[in-house]
């Protein structure tokens, strides 16, 4: 019980610190994390935030494999407020616009009803 309590205040701080950094550093984070979780083989060549005005919604891109067959484009989002159907719908169009085949998006906050219910409708991306 007091690991789970002292796990849930951690992911608290870390969110809080998250949502207090800039645009920039959060995105860098989102690469790092895909990264460490085995996307795209060593750090040097796996993955990189492009997070600048002009990104046509794309936020990082990520190497699928070691190999670097295919990618994976994201989108960090730093909201307090629900991510809408919206703000997918613009995403799905930057990966058509990348010729993307694969995305992700994530966010320090949660997703609408009708934005989930339009990604899962989406084809497998």
Sequence with gaps: MAHQTIQAELADEVLTALKAS??????FVVVEVLVKMGYGGSRVDAGRAIGKSGDEG?????????????????????????VSRP?????????????AK????????????????YAAAMPNR
């Design 102 to 117: 694969k995305g992700v998006f994530i966010t320090t906050s949660d997703f609408t009803k009708e934005a989930r219910i």
């Design 22 to 27: 800039s645009d920039k550093f959060f995105e």
């Design 58 to 82: 794309i936020d990082g891109v990520i190497k699928e494999d070691h190999l670097g067959l295919d990618s994976i484009y994201i989108q960090a989002k730093r909201w307090e407020n629900t």
């Design 87 to 99: 703000e997918i719908q613009k995403f799905s169009g930057a990966l058509d616009g990348q010729r």
